[in-house]
Structure formats: structure tokens, C-alpha cells
């Protein structure tokens, strides 16, 4: 499988351990950088280009991933997110990136150099790649709304139980 890759500063080293781990792994392992320390670097450059190149990918009939790293994991995540066709799922444990994958279908995975250790972060990422979408009709359903006001901005209809509460 390609994965596509970027972090900022506090995510190099990750990067680094995870570009060649992927390889070990018999992955393709896409850089979008950084390749080098640069402590005023800005993670959008990098992780913006990494989720396109998924989305990209994806539209073409590519089944490709991606991961984004940061301190947090946090602005990574954002700013994959900002990409249409992303749904990048910050994930600080096995089960969060099981869920990503099989309840939302998740295409980028994001977390957090700092946050916790490399075997940990590693293991997230392998999880993460590994599970499959469950494709249940409910999740399909989400993912649509998801998807449909990515590209309309119109809300989905309010369900019948939340009908006469809304707010003016």
C-alpha cells in the first residue's frame, strides 16, 4: 500500500521511523516532508501535501493512506482535514484507530510525536492500516452526509425526533 507522509518539526523523527518502518513492512512510503530539523517549520506545508496526494490517489481508484504528525498531532490534523475527500482521524490509541478505520473510514491518521512513545505510535499506525471499513450501512450513511456538505455546504435534514428544538 502507498502512504503518504508529512509532520512538522516536532514529528521528524516519527516520520523518519515510520517512512522506513513502512518499507520493512513492504509498504510504499510517500515523503512530503520535512527532511530536515527546522524548528520554525509550518505543518500545513507538509501535511497538506500529503492529504492531497491521498485524495488524489483515491479519486483515481487508489487505495492509498496517509499519516500526518505533529507534537499533538493536533493542527495535523486540521489541516489534513481541509482537504476535500480527507477524513483524518487523530488517533492515541489502538482502539481509536480501529474505530477510524472501521466507523469512519478514515483515509489519514494523525498523532502526536510528543504524546507518547515511538513503539506505541508505530503500533497506532500499523492498527490503523491494517483494519478495514466495516462498510455498515450506518457508517456509509454518516460518511455521505459527511461528504455531501463537504461539497454543497447544505446541512443535512434535522431527524423527526430533533424537529421543533432548533435554534434561530
Not at 514529528?11 to 517512512?19: R, T
Not at 522506513?20 to 513492504?26: F, I, S, T, V
Not at 479519486?59 to 475527500?85: F, R
Not at 455521505?144 to 421543533?164: I, K
Request: include cysteine; charge should be negative.
Amino acid at each position: 500500500m502507498r502512504v503518504h507522509l508529512g509532520s512538522d518539526h516536532a514529528g521528524l523523527e516519527l516520520k523518519d521511523h515510520l517512512v522506513a518502518w513502512l518499507r520493512e513492512q513492504g509498504h510504499e512510503p510517500v515523503d512530503h516532508g520535512p527532511f530536515v530539523y527546522d524548528a520554525l517549520d509550518d505543518y500545513p506545508v507538509f501535511c497538506l501535501r500529503a492529504a492531497e496526494a491521498v485524495a488524489a490517489e483515491r479519486v483515481a481508484g487508489e487505495d492509498s493512506l496517509g499519516v500526518v504528525i505533529g507534537g499533538s498531532g493536533n493542527g495535523e490534523q486540521m489541516a489534513a482535514n481541509k482537504v476535500q475527500g480527507v477524513r483524518c482521524a487523530l488517533v492515541w490509541s489502538e482502539e481509536t484507530a480501529v474505530l477510524a478505520r472501521e466507523h469512519n473510514d478514515a483515509n489519514v491518521v494523525s498523532v502526536g510525536g510528543r504524546m507518547h512513545s515511538v513503539e506505541d505510535m508505530t503500533r497506532f499506525v500499523e492498527v490503523f492500516l491494517g483494519t478495514d471499513f466495516t462498510g455498515d450501512e450506518r457508517h456509509v450513511r454518516r460518511i455521505g452526509q459527511l461528504a455531501s456538505y463537504e461539497t454543497t455546504r447544505d446541512l443535512p435534514p434535522l431527524p423527526e425526533s430533533a424537529r421543533g428544538h432548533e435554534q434561530g
